[in-house]
């Protein structure tokens, strides 16, 4: 049963989940390994941390600031943190409050961690790869489906200006064609990064106006709509940045991008707790075996 598979702990937006969930996730795991295959996907397992000064580097302190989770340690001596501890005991002082910032950061999205694999080449052929990665954003809310931590699944293509936006293109396709398959009713809608600040002002409108962003939406059993999968086209912002070249020009990218606990809750929301008795075409699909209903 899957009547208590997400079970809250005491942060919000943070829960743990039970071996029937697992099931479901390792499905559609498998389910977009196998239709990413035939591009000759090469896949990667990447660390839940990335380098700060990478996320600096790509502007994501500047547009993101507030979904950012920082990683901080104390770096001083044993005699430093006896002093520490004593104020501790003898007037409440926080344990905090000589923590510093390390060189990593919570991971907030999978593909940062590949674009910098093919730094300064030149690609004979566009690039497709993959990796899955436990990713943090600091949601704000507490509302079902807005985990601060989830597994992100994403599909990365560089490749030319002709290739990647087709490549893109087809993605999009083929998720929904997938979600349809999956029984889940998804709108797909031309959207923008929640971008903070002035980078709202400045990056959400013409995101938008070029459609670089899709993404495919669903009920999540909360009556309101999230986003379970987007496919996203970046244009020359990566390739620029690591140098990366197809050719003689700068390259392109796009990536094809799934939240894999928001699938799942959208598969509850739609067939119900109980996989067992799901339709037998999911159930076919995400090889969980029976006959379903």
Not at 255 to 269: Q, S, Y
Request: aromatic content about 8%; proline content about 6%; some cysteine.
């Amino acid at each position: 049963m899957l009547a208590a598979s997400l079970i809250p702990t005491e942060v919000p937006g943070v829960g743990v989940l039970n071996s029937a969930f697992e099931a479901v996730v390792d499905g559609l795991r498998s389910s977009i390994l196998g239709f990413a295959e035939p591009e000759d996907t090469q896949a990667f397992h990447v660390p839940p941390v990335i380098s700060r000064a990478l996320l600096e580097r790509l502007g994501y302190v500047d547009a993101f600031p507030n979904l950012l989770g920082t990683l901080h340690t104390f770096v001083g001596d044993n005699r430093r943190w006896r002093a520490v501890q004593a104020a501790r005991l003898a007037d409440g002082a926080p344990w905090h409050s000589e923590q510093t910032i390390s060189d990593v950061v919570a991971l907030p999205a999978t593909c940062y961690h590949l674009y910098p694999l093919v730094a300064h080449q030149t690609l004979a052929q566009p690039v497709t790869m993959t990796a899955e990665a436990s990713c943090y954003r600091h949601e704000g809310s507490s509302e079902l489906g807005r985990l601060r931590s989830f597994r992100m699944r994403e599909v990365v293509r560089i490749g030319g200006p002709d290739d990647v936006p087709a490549w893109r293109d087809e993605w999009l396709t083929r998720a929904r064609t997938w979600f349809d398959g999956l029984g889940l009713k998804t709108s797909v809608e031309v959207a923008t990064d929640p971008f903070f600040g002035d980078a709202a002002r400045m990056m959400a409108p013409p995101q938008r106006q070029e459609e670089l962003k899709w993404e495919l939406r669903a009920d999540l059993g909360t009556g309101q709509a999230q986003a379970i999968a987007s496919a996203n086209y970046h244009k020359d912002h990566f390739g620029g940045l690591f140098d990366i070249r197809t050719g003689g020009d700068v390259a392109h990218t796009a990536c094809a991008a799934f939240g894999l606990e928001r699938i799942v809750l959208a598969l509850i929301a739609a067939h119900g707790e109980s996989p067992e008795r799901w339709p037998a075409s999911v159930r076919g699909a995400l090889g969980l075996g029976g006959t379903g209903r």
